[in-house]
């Protein structure tokens, strides 16, 4: 079993920072990354990064937001600037290697 430990999440005004954290039980996930899925919509992929640090995000958050990860601390990060109330969702953080695991999620508010 993989244990995601997410946290970071919150209420900020448009406009503003927040940055997303989550660690996971163990190391070498082939790909970690960030899902959210807002009020009566689907999850949707938002960001990912390979072992190498190959990134691919969504288009509406390009230039935007930034994921990373820091494999000496088996954590991913997705660094959120200029929020808007678009962006309020559920965050999940998702890693893989021959299966993908999944965390609780977190609530990220965007209020205008």
């Known amino acids: 079993q993989v244990e995601l430990v997410e946290s970071g999440g919150g209420l900020v005004q448009a406009g503003g920072s927040l940055r997303l954290s989550c660690a996971a039980s163990?190391?070498?996930?082939?790909?970690m990354g960030w899902y959210r899925q807002a009020p009566g919509k689907q999850r949707e992929l938002v960001a990912y990064i390979s072992y190498g640090g190959v990134t691919k995000y969504a288009d509406s958050v390009k230039g935007r937001f930034t994921i990373s990860r820091d494999n000496a601390k088996n954590t991913v990060y997705l660094q959120m600037n200029s929020l808007n109330p678009e962006d309020t969702a559920v965050y999940f953080c998702n890693v893989k290697d021959t299966q993908s695991y999944w965390g609780r999620g977190t609530q990220v508010t965007v209020s205008s």
């Open positions: 163990r190391s070498n996930f082939v790909t």
